[in-house]
């Protein structure tokens, strides 16, 4: 029997349920869908080419070209020139769309300054962006081959000058797939009223149509026509869907034509935007902070609440999302146009780079800004048409930047001559450009190709292309660490690592060595020296590649490199501990150096970080970390070498943010802990979090004011704004990815750790989480170094028994090889949780260090811990080691003791010493069974060892703590 020739229009003619209230225009988001590989909804094999960088795109395209002079290319020369004529071998017979050659130059129209540590020079129209410029890098030299609009636009988003080839998004989305699963993967948005190149700019082409970019509107409903149509409930519309894509599929079996998998993947993704679209559209659970950041009306479309809804793309799953600004076409009043377009995408572009950070989402999102060509040098000026101080279209050179997602931020890219005419230093033209994007999603552009018409098509076209230089996401670089003032571990292979182009042989040079090493496919180089000698000599480490490529690292020492980690207690710096003044002034230490790891946290292991290395001077002394500084001031003086102090910590953070997904999801004792953070983390409320807060508030409030009636003291902290935290700390294992992660493999000699506040409502799992925290980053080093951490101190007086079980806890974990442990329970402060006392923390760690790893003769390498006990008769012999001399500090009898018998219940004890051994007995207790010492958060005792170092509490018994109350 022949198949009838069903045409596409009689098909919707036959149906006749209304299904052209179904957009037709939308990307397949479920790449497992398997009747849909037609369309290409997955990934495509091979992909991606290397180990990509950015998972998303967000391309911020200022269509009608910003002028460049008035932004981000400074030329003085150019005020100085001003109504004369470009010397003519510059014009050098260009032609222009409304002006002639020797037009008369015009000056530029803003002022410009350098912004953050990096200095980048910005125009005083941008002062958003200028707070963030150490995130982006700024290019003042591309170039194009097109001088009008419609021309140039196309040729910028998709490669090539005339409309029909496939745009950036929709290759992308080819090759890539989407990770939305109710959301296209490639969207569209605009805030104007129209673009001059129109929809040939995100055209899928010659590729199947289901990579067409999907144009959301920027209020109200996302796209028009998704809403169920009238008199047709859920159930009948599914029904008709399903009906439809059955037909559908028959069709598809017979022909294999992969626009009928598009139609099919349509369908179904129509049908789920009716839910994910007005979700997403919606504001109202982005926090009043997160408007104001905008300069966000939720109201009012504008390019604020575009950037706003990217941000919640990204994070849905969106792969590319173009949003085109119009306006910038500045061929009258250049000034008026830039004010007037940077009072609207100015705040909105720095706050999407904040926004993305800030939720650990900029290292995978790449971030891209710029028109379609550059503005002229020479001004502009028709009394027929009615302009006047102008600047017309010039292709020969135009600024860009771009942000996260593989790029370096903090520089700046190729220069231009001094009339800003001519590009003198690293060209970029609009293919590398673009093979730039595509190497940050992991793509390489020679590769990803579609036969058409006989041929294989790419992106970049056939022409030469250097995309992913030196200049851009590869980049020829280092890892954070390996820079200027650090100190290198002496007496151990030292690692140094970096990026640089795939294949690129790279070689590094120190102390009379040479090691070469290959960058992998996907960037990464390490390799390592062989052990060095410690060395206070300032001296130069060089790294050269191929290309003239070459970088040296200034004033390396070699010695001993500790790591400190935790949360406020190690955060908290010097300008905060007593004495600040006293130890300012006596920082002159420029051996000793401090690395301050400056990353956020992230959802996934971060490679890379940020830092900076330090010299202990009186002026810095006050930034570094106390316990690092006083525990490395130590070090420095006995063992006599430079000392390097890594400090990657962060305020109020339990220990689940410290330690690995996979390693806290492995164990059963941790695993459901873990399930139910991350559960809490996910299910997170943006909207309810100001409530709550304010509920908390009024608690506390009302908490210290009982307090102070009663004439009671109340130490409790304020509690703290949930929304700031959780965009400060992330998830559980945030901060191990973010902040641990990226510090792999620098060489060290030991490992600090100073936390457990953060875990004190959960005592008794925190010996497993501490054992794995330390097990799990000697592996993630492969090397077993010396691991210290600081007990508890003593803090606030109250009932529970949080603190000391977790005190107990730390101590059970000196089981592990190489531990210690410093005693502080006589130094807190029971007002402050944070103690100012920093000086004696630092000290008491040294002592075990300067012994255990360093061999130096000490009196004691820490305070009394318990090493077993015995019943004799009515009193109980408790034996102690690290006790010799053992007494108590003011001479007095043992205070702090408690004994119970079988009836568990604890009666003040007395104690007396017998060498390093302690017996405790009570006139209550006839039969007892077991002792506690200093079993409180702010215990009243006294025992020492002939260190003067204290004891620790402890206790002989197991029981369970008793139940809350209430």
């Keep these: 029997m022949p198949r009838p020739n069903i045409t596409r229009r009689h098909f919707f003619q036959d149906c006749g349920v209304g299904v052209g209230k179904i957009a037709l225009a939308s990307l397949i988001a479920d790449g497992a869908m398997g009747r849909l590989a037609a369309a290409g909804s997955g990934m495509r094999s091979g992909l991606p080419h290397h180990a990509p960088k950015a998972k998303a795109v967000i391309h911020l395209f200022m269509a009608g070209a910003p002028s460049q002079l008035e932004l981000f290319d400074n030329k003085p020369e150019l005020s100085k020139l001003e109504g004369k004529p470009l010397p003519p071998s510059i014009i050098n017979g260009q032609r222009y769309a409304f002006i002639r050659p020797d037009a008369a130059v015009l000056g530029p129209r803003y002022k410009f300054a350098r912004h953050g540590q990096s200095g980048t020079e910005l125009s005083e129209m941008l002062p958003h962006l200028s707070t963030v410029v150490d995130d982006i890098a700024v290019v003042k030299s591309c170039r194009t081959t097109q001088f009008n609009h419609a021309p140039a636009q196309i040729f910028m ?264 005419f001519n590009i003198v230093k690293d060209e970029v033209r609009v293919p590398d450009l673009q093979a730039t994007i595509l190497h940050c999603l992991g793509i390489d552009h020679e590769r990803l190709t579609f036969r058409n018409a006989g041929l294989d098509f790419r992106l970049t076209g056939v022409e030469p292309c250097r995309g992913c230089s030196s200049l851009f996401a590869a980049g020829f670089r280092l890892a954070a660490p390996i820079s200027d003032h650090m100190v290198l571990q002496r007496e151990k292979p030292v690692a140094v690592w970096g990026w640089a182009d795939a294949d690129e042989s790279v070689t590094v040079s120190f102390g009379g060595q040479t090691k070469s090493a290959t960058a992998g496919a996907d960037g990464k180089w390490m390799l390592k020296l062989d052990a060095l000698s410690a060395s206070a000599e300032p001296r130069t480490l060089t790294v050269t590649g191929k290309d003239g490529h070459k970088l040296e690292v200034q004033d390396v020492l070699v010695g001993e490199v500790w790591l400190g980690s935790g949360q406020s207690n190690m955060a908290m710096t010097v300008a905060g501990c007593n004495r600040f003044e006293a130890e300012k002034a006596a920082a002159k230490f420029p051996l000793i150096r401090h690395y301050q790891e400056s990353s956020t946290h992230s959802a996934a292991p971060a490679a890379e970080g940020k830092g900076t290395w330090k010299a202990c001077t009186p002026e810095n002394v006050g930034g570094f970390s ?135 409502g959960n005592p008794g799992l925190y010996e497993k989480q501490l054992s794995q925290l330390v097990t799990s980053w000697r592996t993630l080093w492969s090397d077993e170094v010396p691991f210290a951490w600081v007990q508890l101190p003593n803090y606030r007086d109250s009932d529970s028994e949080s603190w000391p079980r977790i005190r107990e806890s730390m101590m059970k974990v000196l089981a592990l090889p190489k531990t210690g442990m410093a005693i502080t329970i006589d130094i807190g402060d029971p007002k402050d949780i944070h103690p100012k006392n920093k000086q004696d923390v630092g000290k008491r760690l040294s002592f075990w260090a300067l012994s255990t790893v360093y061999g130096k003769n000490v009196a004691a390498i820490s305070g009394p811990l318990p090493a077993g006990s015995k019943v004799e008769g009515a009193s109980i012999r408790v034996s102690l080691k690290h006790a010799e001399g053992l007494k108590t500090r003011d001479g007095a009898a043992p205070r702090g003791l408690l004994i119970a018998g079988a009836d568990k219940a604890w009666k003040k004890a007395s104690g007396r010493i017998d060498g390093t051994e302690l017996i405790v007995s009570s006139p209550e207790v006839a039969a007892p069974v077991a002792v506690r010492y200093a079993w409180a958060e702010n215990p009243d005792c006294n025992l020492v060892n002939g260190a003067d170092l204290p004891a620790t509490s402890f206790r002989t018994d197991d029981w369970p703590a008793p139940a809350a109350k209430k």
């Excluded at 796209?223 to 439809?244: E, V």
């Excluded at 809804?309 to 600004?325: C, D, K, P, S």
């Excluded at 979090?689 to 009024?698: G, H, N, R, T």
């Excluded at 990815?737 to 493999?745: A, C, H, R, S, W």
């Design 157 to 420: 988003n998709t490669g090539f000058s005339q409309p029909g080839r496939p745009s950036m998004g929709s290759w992308i989305t080819y090759g890539l797939g989407s990770e939305a699963k109710d959301l296209p993967a490639f969207v569209v948005m605009s805030t104007g009223s129209g673009i001059s190149g129109g929809a040939a700019c995100w055209s899928s082409g010659f590729l199947p149509s289901s990579y067409t970019g999907t144009r959301f509107r920027n209020a109200g409903d996302a796209i028009l026509n998704t809403s169920t149509p009238a008199g047709i409930d859920p159930g009948t519309q599914k029904d008709t869907i399903d009906l439809i894509n059955a037909m559908n599929d028959r069709r598809l079996r017979l022909d294999g034509d992969s626009e009928i998998a598009t139609r099919i993947a349509n369908y179904e993704m129509a049908y789920r935007l009716q839910t994910s679209a007005p979700d997403l559209m919606d504001l109202s659970s982005e926090s009043k902070e997160t408007l104001e950041l905008y300069g966000c009306d939720p109201k009012v479309p504008s390019f604020a609440r575009a950037c706003l809804l990217a941000r919640r793309m990204v994070e849905r799953g969106v792969r590319f999302i173009n949003i085109y600004n119009e306006g910038w076409d500045a061929h009258s009043d250049v000034a008026g146009n830039v004010k007037n377009n940077c009072a609207k995408t100015d705040k909105a572009s720095a706050a999407l780079i904040k926004d993305l950070k800030r939720r650990g989402l900029l290292d995978s999102t790449l971030v891209v800004w710029g028109g379609e060509f550059g503005r002229t040098p020479m001004v502009e000026a028709s009394v027929s048409l009615g302009r006047s101080q102008g600047r017309d279209h010039h292709p020969q050179a135009f600024s860009m930047w771009m942000a996260g997602g593989g790029i370096k931020g903090g520089q700046t890219i190729g220069q231009t001559d001094d009339m800003g």
């Design 626 to 760: 106390a316990v690092l500084y006083f525990f490395g001031r130590e070090i420095h003086r006995e063992v006599g070498v430079p000392v390097g102090l890594v400090n990657t910590s962060v305020g109020g953070t339990p220990i689940e943010s410290w330690v690995s997904a996979e390693t806290q999801s492995s164990d059963p004792e941790t695993k459901a802990n873990f399930d139910n953070q991350m559960k809490n983390y996910l299910a997170f409320d943006e909207k309810k979090a100001p409530e709550l807060f304010q509920k908390q508030m009024a608690t506390w409030k009302a908490a210290v004011a009982k307090a102070k009636a009663e004439g009671k003291a109340f130490v409790t902290p304020a509690p703290k704004d949930p929304l700031a935290m959780r965009r400060f700390k992330g998830g559980p294992a945030g901060l191990f990815n973010g902040k641990v992660v990226n510090l792999v493999p620098y060489t060290l000699r030991g490992m600090l750790w100073y936390q457990g506040e953060g875990n004190a």
